[in-house]
């Protein structure tokens, strides 16, 4: 057998999934619910990290049931148009003979805005009408891209497992394959992997070995997955450096994108540094540092990258006179989340643009920006009036998407 | 299909009705008049009336005309079979050196089967060879009394409330412009409350002076925080531009009691930020750096503040 | 034909007929004389006479002809079949340095059949080895006395009604450029008051030199919300841009009566505002940071006033 | 054949070769062993020995190929007959968020017949979801001493001339790169010299630290000119551009002894020249009017010199 | 045939005739002689001898041997039936790395019919893959009185009469790069009155040394306004661009009798206005600013003159 154990002992029935009573009951109760006819959410969002089965659950529900699964996931295109045709799947009546269906909609966190568009109206048209129950998933629900599918879903959360739930799981496994194991290996490992039970059988499988035992040595070779916690460290360093090469040096244990780096030192800045002027020099590297992020982008020229790097660290750091004044909590960027999806709207906006410049008589920039804040103002005190100057222009659809969208960042 | 923009709606039907521009307008009238017709070089702020005064001198000499912005005009700009006579293009100071050159030779290898409008805002950026080929008319913007005038003409035909400081604000807003006018009255009126002066700020997605200057007092009171709360939720809530804080701060600035060595050097941090927004830094980042600027200077300016203070009120 | 350009009706006809550039038409005159004519290279600022004066000797030696722009010349490179001789490419000093490698092989190619006569601004754009190909010509700007004189015949003979005042603020605005002189006196022409100092300011999209004085004068005096509101008028009434504001006040500095020190330090200012302008800053921030920077000096200026000015005319 | 790369001839042939990875190789010789091999992610710095198979670095990888040509060939892949395939993804972190949202189902759809090993430089840009379904091996940069041996072998095998410094020069400019150390190996063997610290910094375009320090030091005490004829003295003797020096000089700032916020101050001067010379401005201005801004600093730091001096070695 | 390039005429006929390239040379000549040729890398700043190296080294293999451009290679790229042997590739460096890639797939797919001699400026532009394939050559700048005698030698052949002045100045303007020296000296010597200082700065388009000088004079004795003019005059006279004008006063602010400091700060702001030229920045109006700059600094520096003032001679 040349299977990987998380394939090889992938739970088939809810029965044999560890953990997660509550969310699978529930799960349960509202299939049944469909017995008395759709109930008043016709869709189940099931959230959770990465490695707490999610998809697993939807598979063995189906199972169970005898259902036909029908999935669509991130590797398929999912434009309106291709969800479209799962609707017509989802909203043909059952026959008497026939079996019950499944719709599994993967990774809806996973749309991309570009080449998925309409896919997010096309989704909640598919709920509307669906005569199956319709299953979604997502790691982050409160992803604002997803907003409105949030609404139409019941909320159902998987949670990581604990060691009460997964040491007596790697152990069933470990049973299977003859492996001895410590128990303070077992722990290390769920430690390590807080939880994703998924890495946990990966790690088990590669650390046993072709010996059939494993110890707490054994684990010693195996390297951390980067999670978001890292992060903390990384901005311990340098808000507490006092030299150049000290915050520099914090880049080393980062593995994050820097990007994504620099939006989480921005945010913590103040925080960390309340003195007045030391925060006004910080600030301005970081203004700098940005400056250089654009330069970048403009020039295509990355070796300007390390400049950046070394005023956002390094400048931030040395911005500091007086020593640190004790723990401060790290905040999570505001940020991270609405940034990604403006850029989605830009194409959408400009298509907008164009056919009001067509019946406007003026070019398609100026007519999104004229315009464009007069419409969206409109939809919001009067969806009559704006329901008509959408159809003059003949741009209902698109415009109905970059409101929804807009409206999600703004929230 | 009755038009739903009201900028479509109240558009001059005839040159007649182009507000305050008379002088054009005659001079407009009686080339049409003559039957000849030179290239035109329609020159002005936006919002003043070139586009349409481009296509009702056009329809009133009766012969076909095609309106064109400059990229679409580049695409067809081999011009073959052409089926038309006037050929309004939009925004031509947009066009770089090169691409007037191009137009230039094509206005001199058509001039016997088509004659051009060009609408720019700034005529000192059309190149010399074009302008010394057109007839040069200059728009000027309409003055406010007129437009405060027009706006009340279209309210009340669309049944729609005003307060005289609605509209005031609405021109004030529009800085000239009477398409942004009309648009933000178009707006304002979708708010049951008709049009007063708090809707209108409302609709320019404008913060209202009051959040900016808020922002500010946060920040010189060294309340950097509370400052960045207030600055995300313009970019956020209000959907503004980074160059429209920036605009806004500046404009603000002139209120703040203030001693004035401190706005003067306040005033040169904002041409700063600018310059950064401009050169591709990120609104958040810049503005928050801005806003430290101020929150360092305010232990400096707590303690002069008593004695220097100047109001200033506009 | 109504739309022919001024500058071609009144091109020269012959070498003589040049303006201003005797050494240069003497030397040409001779190679004609000699039969004899190596490559060129025309170098000097625009409107000097450089093209005219490759036409012109071209005709003397009774031989084919052809003028092109870098553009056009690059899409006709292979030059195959050339039936002509002399060939007078403009503004070769905008052909990239590859383009120009390309240009030096094409002369070695065709060195048997004809002649480049290369006009270009700067010399010094040119790579080596194509000015080391070439006899070397500098054209310099035409005084200004005789420019008035070549407007005030085109005037006369296209009956335009002028004022001396008038035609001399072309000549300024031109700056020694014969072309854009006679362009500007045509475009100002179809402007239906005659051509006065006002008009030709507004033809080329400038403001009036005592206005963009006036605006100094408030800041200078401290009342920088005085200088703003003109600052506005200027933006918005003649539809200037911010560079061109820039470079009108850079102009009007040398004439304002102010201490030395202060026209300096003006300057310095003067040339960041014009950075951050052209890097695309807001034109009106950066012009009221500008403006902000000048009342500041006046506090300054003011107390040491009495002693040191300098009056100053042009 | 003498043509013949050496990182070729030399390239391990087999998993027992890869150097210093001992445990990883190890490891994964019993997972293809058994076959039970999982989707694995390699993650560390390039040259450390990552495989580079498979989908070439250079080909685009946004989510539309992920979802075609990747799943396609995942697909196929169960066709054939052996137990699975294996797919490797060079570069992994080079995908975008949504790309690698789009290969998570594809990876677990085909586990039967396909396995994915990702290599990337960061795992941290790899997404969650997909650093769970991999097995994660971190390969870290082989220590220097190996990479001398190793280089020593090699040497001695092609029969060049080696001092030790040449080869620890070699490791140093590698940055932990076995790759790249072969290569510049092989280009500095041509020289007639040998291989000597020299030799190497000639062969990668780079001046020696200790000049470029030297030089800095010159500045920063003040003494311009001795500085300007060193930086002469690099570009010249070295052949190098003004890019390579000024990242040179990056390099070495975080090894002078100064205040930490000269140095930043520095290091944005220094960002500053670099942005420059990309957009074009001239070389040689550009660098002197860097070494002129240190030598400027040295006034200020001076005085505070004796106090903060912090030595700093990296 | 009298158009022929001087370069050519004068190009070196055999390895021995390279000029001050000893090493070289005879690294090259052991090649040739034990008829084993690898492919070489031939890496120097223009117009040391590389392509010469390399067409007299091919030649006296008696050998085929194609010499190209970049440009032309890449037309070329495929060489299926490839007749010659040795194929120099001039300007190696501009290729990207995309390209140089393609090329060292070519190198190893014709390394048995063919090798390669590329040349370039800078070998850290070369990728490590072509590097390591490559012996390097590293050519020098050749040194002044070389060039002078080498000059002096084609100057009497061709019977055109110099000063030594005016060689020197080529020499210098040529910056070791004996090309472009002896171009300047035939380009010069089309100038009727023979070759001097003067007609050489004519003809590369330069302004004498002096005039500059002068007019920072001017600025730093504080007479802003004639500094000013000598600048109107360098730009219009000389028809200068900004960016030569910046680049000599560069070169002169070396020679200036001023305290270290104003040198310094001088420096500094020459490197600003390079930048804001390269930007578009307007060039009358940051050329001002510059000598404004420098005006500035005279009061400052008037008042420690007297002590301070080192006489620079270069």
Redesign the interface.
Known sequence: ???????RYRPQTTREIAGNKVALEKIRQWLDAWAQGKPSKGAVLLYG???VGK?TVAEAVARERGWDLVEI?????RSGEILSKIAGLASTQASLFSKGRLILL??V??I?LR?DSGAIIAILRVIRESQFPIVLTA?DPWDPKIRPLRDACLLIELKRLGLREGIPLMKGILAKESVNADEEALRSIMERDRG?M??AI??L??LT??KKSLTLEDTA?L?????TE?IFEVLRIIFNS????QA?RALDK????HEMLFQWI?ENT??QIPS??E??R???????A??????I???Q?W??L??AL??MT??VA?AKETSPRGWVSMKFP??IG?M?RSRGTRELRKGVGAMI?S??????R?GTK??L??I???HQ??PE??R??A???DAKEPLDEILSL?ND??A | MEAALWTEKYRPKSLDDIMDQEEIVSRLKDLVKRGTMPHCLFAGPPGTGKTTAGLNASDERGIDVVRTTVKEFARMASLSSVPFKILVLDEADNMTGDAQSALRRTMENYTNTCRFILCCNYSGRIIEPIQSRCALFRFTPLPEEKVVEYLHRIAKNENVKTTEGGLKTIVEVAEGDLRKAVNILQAASSMSKGISEETVYQVVGRARPTDVHEMLNHALKGDFLKARDELRNLLVKYGLSGSDIVRQIHSEVFRLAIPEKTRISLIEAIGDTDFRLVQGGDEEVQLSALLAHLAAQSSVHRSVREEHVTALDR
Do not use: C
């Not at chain 1, 390297?223 to 999670?227: C, L, V, Y």
């Open positions: 057998m040349s299977q990987p154990w998380t394939v990290p990465a490695g998809t996931n991130a590797s398929d295109k993967d990774e966190d996973g991309n080449t790691n994703d998924r890495s990966t790690d499988q590669i070995g072709p070779m390297s951390n997955r980067d999670r890292s006092r030299t150049v090469a520099r980062s593995d994050l994108d921005l103040p925080s007045r002027h925060l006004e910080a600030m301005s590297a970081l203004a700098e940005d400056l250089y992020f654009a330069r982008r403009k020039t020229s070796h300007l390390s400049y070394d005023l390094a400048g040395v505001q940020r609405s990604s410049g019946k406007s008589h003026i070019s398609s100026r004229l315009y804040p007069m969206q103002f409109i005190h009067d009036k704006y008509q100057i159809e003059w222009l807009e960042l703004a």
